[in-house]
Structures are given as structure tokens and as C-alpha cells.
């Protein structure tokens, strides 16, 4: 005989079937109405419903829709077009921006537009620039040579004489660039023809011009150094064609470095999880007074679509660059002092060498300011002018806002003494141009340098006991100089080299002379094992060499 507690809980479990299956029952029935199918049902009179009215009312317009209405006139639609031969543009140079983060286990290459992706790479930071951005769909095959290709990005207005800034890499590998208004009518098929002012690679800005007759509308451009982490944000711009598309949210960061070393030393962005997707670079991230604080530059992808990470080059840095770029040498002119040296080091090396902030100087071009003002390689510059130096960005800012010809009072330490110096500020590229120049030179008459010379690495014999224990003969990797071939395949100091093109690298005479057969043009395949982690197997990292 069953208890009552057990009565009792049958019949609620029967009861909730009971209501389970009604449920079931009304939406089934509701199904059968919403799509018109009946059976043997007489269909309902509907005489006593009420038709529907749109209230007329409206919304007062918050801060987004008075700061679109304002600034969309000025956003423009870039589109370009690369001619057959060239798009493909296999011998030219890599984009060096935002590769994915150098990873022996499985490295990320940004050149894709030759090859298949090899993986996602460290930081899923892919080849935005020419595809997610520059492109309206990721070439996944690698184009077609005999085909005019077509890509999109965005722009603004910043002087009504028809003045635009933009990405450079939205316009780097165009023939043609056309520009198209809020205003121009839309059986305007790509808009009006621009020409380059001049572009900034190391920024990844660039100002282009169209011609026009009357004043045209401008963006403000605000300070990006007021900026706070959590103010609301606004951007504009074509992402996927859509002109005009208006995406808002809030700072999320500020003062991110998303490229290591040389490479992203100017690159220090404005992170917003604003929606940003491919077109939209090359448009504006603006505050809510209405004026421009970044330019639309990057996204963290896995999917090549929006995932809630966008970074946007900041205005201030905008507008120095700019003023530059519409000069008379239509270039940036930055300072340097000639030296090298490594970021974020651990804290070991600051305990070792005595000092907690300052800069250690991995390298000296030879003849260059600092050398002509007695700096060395382990020295630690501790301040500019009598202020003290922070870090490695914090001297980059410094002495790159210089103009060449200044001088400077440098402090620094060597040997736990603190010492000064005076030394004359150097155009930065003149200043490495001749470094590369002497290296190449010298690589002229003494091939057993090629490996420094052509691919920027310093390699050593792999010892025997290594080379026992690994099974693989190799030359290691001691040194890789920023912004050489080598260091934007991803190598990196520790790696060892088994083969390059096939050919076996076990000492540094068969490197060597691998090496010196290197020529301009020519595809370089490296074959690297990690000794850290032997297990993973030979990797492949490879490119053009220029």
C-alpha cells in the first residue's frame, strides 16, 4: 500500500505531464495558425479585431545620433583597385604590421596572400591590414594575376579643401584610389579620384587628396591624451560596404602595444570594443563631443570578423604625423640617436645590472650620434636633459620628437658610475640606412657575414653535446637584428637552424655558403627546432627576400 507521500507525489508528476502536454498542444496549434495550415477547424471570425495604429511620437536624439549627424557628412568610402600583374605583388615587401606574435611551436605568417595560412599564429593577430580591413573577403587562394582586385576602407575629412586621412594600408598597394562622399548619389559606381600625399608605414597613417570645387565637411580632432579608460566612443565608417554605419561603445584601454619590438615601437593604441569590422579602417573613433581621437586601425580576430577588440591609433599622434606628411618632404622626420636595445627585460637583468628604470643599450650603430658621443653596449641611459627615463617607449618618445641637428644631454650608467654626455640628434632612417649600407658592403667582401648582412641573424655552431642530445645538427640562433628579414619570419635568438631551402645548415660553413647564394627575390624556407621544446618537431618559417 502506497504511503501518501508517495500518492501525493504521483499526482503532481501526472499533473505536470497534464500541463506539459497542453503546452505542447498550443504551441503546436500555434504553429499551425502562424503558417496558415488548418484541418477539419472552422477558421475564426476576426470582425471585432482592432487594426493597428504607429504612435505619433518621437525620441529625443541622445548624444550618438547628434555626433553621427554631425561627423557622417565628413566619413568617407575609399575604395582602390590593383591591376592585373600586380596584385599579387610576390616579390614586394611583407607588411610588417600586426603579424601574428613570433612562435616556434606554430608560427604565424602575415604574408598570406601567397600561401595558405599556417595557423592562427600566438595572438591571432592575422593579416588584417590586406584582408580584414583592405579587403571585402580574405583572399583564401592567393588572387588571380589577371584580374583587376578591389578593396575597401574608410576615411575622413580633415580639411575642406579635400584633404583625407586614412590607413595606409587601405591605399599602400593601389593603382587606382577613388573617394566617395555621404553626398556623392549612389549611381556614382566608386566615387571621385584621389592621389596620395604621403604616407607613414611606421604609424600606418596616410593623407590623400581629391580635387573639388566648393568647401567640403571636416572633422574635429580632439586630444587623445584626455581620453579615459571607460568613456563612451563612437565610430563610423564601411565596414563590408556599408556605408555609413555608425557602431558605438567605450574605451577599453589605452596605450596598447600589440607588435613587439622595432616594429610596433610607434604603434601605441587606443583599445575600444566599439564594433569594428573589415572596411571600417581608415575611419574615425570619436568622443563624445564629437571630435576624432583615434583612426580605426586593427581588430583581435579568430574569426576575421568583430569580437569585441578594436584599436585605433590615437590623435595626437594623428596630427603630428599628419603635419608632417603634408609638408614640403612630404615624410616623417623622427629622431634618433643610433642605439638598439631590447623591451620589457626580465627582472633579473634589472637586479643584475643595478637600476630599475633607464634603458640598457643592446647595440651602437657604428657612427652614428651615440657613438660619436662614447655610448656603449651595456650601458644604461637613465635620462634626457636631465629627466629621467622610464623606459624603452618612454626614450622612443623622446628622442623621436627631436629634430635632427638638436643636441641633447644624455645620463647614463656604465660600470655602476653614473656618467653624461652631449650628443646630436640623427635622422632615423638616415641614421640605420647607413648601418645597412656598411653591413651590405661588408658583406661584399666577406661572405661569411651573409648571414647578418642579407637575413640580419648571428648564428653559432650547435654544440656537440646538443647536438647529440637532439639527433639534429644546426647553427644557433645568438642574435637577430629588429625590423631584418630574419626578425620578421618570426626567429628568434635560441632557435636552431637545420636546413634553409632544403639544405642542410649543420655547421656555420654549410650556413654560410647556403647564405651567401641569396639573392634579391629569391623565396628563403627555414627549417627551426625548438630545443626547449624537441618534442614539437621541425617548424617552417619562410618569405622573400628583399
Known sequence: MKSLFERLRTRRLASMFVLLGTLSLAIVAGSFAAHGVRGQEKQSS???????????????????????????????????????????????????HLRAQPNPQSPGDDDQEDDQQQGQGQGNFQDFFNKFFGGQVPDQDGGDDSQVRESLGSGFIVDSKGYIITNNHVIEKADKIYVKLSTDPDTTELGRPAHIIGVDKATDLAVIKIDTSSPLPTVKLGNSDTAQVGDWVEAIGSPFALSQTVTAGIISAKHRTIEPGASGQFQHFIQTDAAINPGNSGGPLLNMNGEVIGVNTAIYTQSAGYQGIGFAMPSNTVVEVYNDLISSSHKVTRGSIGIRFNQGLPGAVNRVYGFKTGVLVQQVVHGGPADKAGLKGGDIITSVDGRSIKDGDD????????????????????????????????????????????????????????????????????????????????????????????????????????????????????????????????????????????????????????
Open 395 to 546: 626614450l622612443v618618445n623622446e628622442i623621436t620628437s627631436r629634430r635632427p641637428g638638436s643636441s641633447i644631454r644624455l645620463g647614463y650608467q656604465r660600470d655602476g658610475k653614473q656618467m653624461d654626455t652631449t650628443a646630436t640628434i640623427g635622422d632615423l632612417d638616415h641614421v640605420f640606412a647607413e648601418q645597412d649600407n656598411q653591413q651590405a658592403d661588408a658583406g661584399t667582401d666577406n661572405q661569411g657575414d651573409a648571414g647578418e648582412t642579407k637575413l640580419g641573424l648571428v648564428v653559432r655552431q650547435e654544440s656537440d653535446s646538443t647536438a647529440a642530445k637532439l639527433k639534429v645538427p644546426g647553427v644557433v640562433i645568438q642574435s637577430v637584428r629588429s625590423g631584418s628579414f630574419g626578425d620578421l619570419q618570426g626567429l628568434e635568438p635560441g632557435l636552431i637552424i637545420t636546413r634553409i631551402n632544403k639544405q642542410p645548415t649543420g655547421t656555420k660553413d654549410q650556413f654560410d655558403a647556403v647564405v651567401g647564394k641569396l639573392k634579391t627575390g629569391d623565396d628563403v624556407v627555414f627549417e627551426i627546432l625548438d630545443p626547449r621544446r624537441p618534442d614539437n618537431g621541425i617548424n617552417y618559417l619562410g618569405g622573400t627576400l628583399e
Open 46 to 96: 476576426s470582425s471585432d479585431a482592432t487594426p493597428l495604429k504607429v504612435v505619433d511620437s518621437s525620441v529625443a536624439p541622445n548624444e550618438f545620433v547628434k555626433i553621427a549627424k554631425e561627423v557622417g557628412p565628413a566619413v568617407v568610402n575609399i575604395n582602390t583597385q590593383t591591376l592585373p600583374k600586380q596584385s599579387l605583388n610576390k616579390g614586394g615587401k611583407r607588411n610588417p
